[in-house]
Nanobody
Framework: QVQLVEDGGALVQPGGSLRLSCAAS????????MGWYRQNPGKERELVAV???????NYADSVKGRFSISRDNAKNTVYLQMNSLEPEDTAVYYC??????????????????WGQGTLVTVSA
């Protein structure tokens, strides 16, 4: 099975910075897309940033210029560097993975997985 472990959520003051990380482990043959979404109570989960296996990235307009996504393919890990944080960035941040998983010998499947979520609070 594939697992995701997130880290980095914290309380930070407006204007501050945080770095989130998400490491994938398990029977992974290849990773297509990794990324981050966020969600507040009563609201839909929204895209923050995603990055493809080739390194192409896509950001929500609200975070462009402030957040940066990167990945370490050797470690199956994705990072989200968040700068100039604003109170509106407060949310639970979820790691997302789309990968090819080895189910058994010679049997593969596409897998989508969400992390358990890490809380980012931006407040004075």
């Amino acid at each position: 099975q594939v697992q995701l472990v997130e880290d980095g959520g914290a309380l930070v003051q407006p204007g501050g910075s945080l770095r989130l990380s998400c490491a994938a482990s398990g029977s992974i043959l290849s990773i297509n897309t990794m990324g981050w979404y966020r969600q507040n109570p009563g609201k839909e989960r929204e895209l923050v940033a995603v990055i493809s296996s080739g390194g192409s990235s896509n950001y929500a307009d609200s975070v462009k210029g402030r957040f940066s996504i990167s990945r370490d393919n050797a470690k199956n890990t994705v990072y989200l560097q968040m700068n100039s944080l604003e109170p509106e960035d407060t949310a639970v941040y979820y790691c997302y993975l789309h990968a090819v998983e080895m189910v058994s010998r010679g049997v593969h499947r596409f897998t989508e997985l969400w992390g358990q979520g890490t809380l980012v609070t931006v407040s004075a």
